[in-house]
Antibody
Framework: EVQLVESGGGLVQPGRSLKLSCAAS????????MAWVRQAPKKGLEWVAT????????YYPDSVKGRFTISRDNAKSSLYLQMNSLKSEDTATYYC????????WGQGVMVTVSS | DVVMTQTPVSLSVSLGGQVSISCRSS???????????LSWYLQKPGQSPQLLIY???NRFSGISDRFSGSGSGTDFTLKISRVEPDDLGVYYC?????????FGGGTKLELK
């Protein structure tokens, strides 16, 4: 059974950093691209980042480019999202998901950016 | 960026009824490789989104044949027949043809 379990969320002040993790199991992690998708409270879905199987290629929307970094450790079947210079508009539930399409999703982890 | 527009924003249905949700993209979703990466997701209350349909019309594993997807180019439709209580929630379309990947704003399906 495919499982994606996020961790690392919490309350953080604007301008600070936070790193999310996603532990994957039930499939050969190194064979799949992986991604992060977020959902602000009561809002829709927004794609945040994608990483290739080896980690050599990464993709971001303009809203997070230069501030967020996606990475992976295939030996540990783990995905990460380093979030720097956080803003209030980054407040959201962050989902780890397997693209494309997003066939499996984690349960999500809440990130609140507030002073 | 490809803008995905879903209509209606909300929909009321009676159990056992049929509904259609429209999703239109601002650009063609046909990839250079000939595939059209248009997917549909359902987010039930308090849950993570789940994949229903991928590449326009392919049902994901375990998804009932009451769900069907159709369309081409920039115009797509999700149809749900014989609506059941477990179908209620917010439906999203999403495109993976072109970066940045984008989603529609969502359609909330409620009971009449």
């Amino acid at each position: 059974e495919v499982q994606l379990v996020e961790s690392g969320g919490g309350l953080v002040q604007p301008g600070r950093s936070l790193k999310l993790s996603c532990a994957a199991s039930g499939f050969t992690f190194s064979n799949y691209y992986m991604a992060w998708v977020r959902q602000a409270p009561k809002k829709g879905l927004e794609w945040v980042a994608t990483i290739s199987t080896s980690g050599s290629r990464t993709y971001y929307p303009d809203s997070v480019k230069g501030r967020f970094t996606i990475s992976r450790d295939n030996a540990k079947s783990s995905l990460y999202l380093q979030m720097n210079s956080l803003k209030s508009e980054d407040t959201a539930t962050y989902y780890c998901a397997r693209p494309p399409p997003f066939d499996y999703w984690g349960q999500g982890v809440m990130v609140t950016v507030s002073s | 960026d490809v803008v995905m527009t879903q209509t209606p924003v909300s929909l009321s249905v009676s159990l056992g009824g049929q509904v259609s949700i429209s999703c239109r993209s601002s650009q063609s979703l046909v990839h250079n490789n000939g595939n059209t990466y248009l997917s549909w997701y359902l987010q039930k209350p308090g849950q993570s989104p789940q994949l229903l349909i991928y590449k326009v019309s392919n049902r994901f594993s375990g998804i009932s044949d009451r769900f069907s997807g159709s369309g081409s180019g920039t115009d797509f439709t999700l149809k749900i027949s014989r609506v059941e209580p477990d179908d209620l929630g917010v439906y999203y379309c999403g495109q993976g043809t072109q970066y940045p990947w984008t989603f529609g704003g969502g359609t909330k399906l409620e009971l009449k």
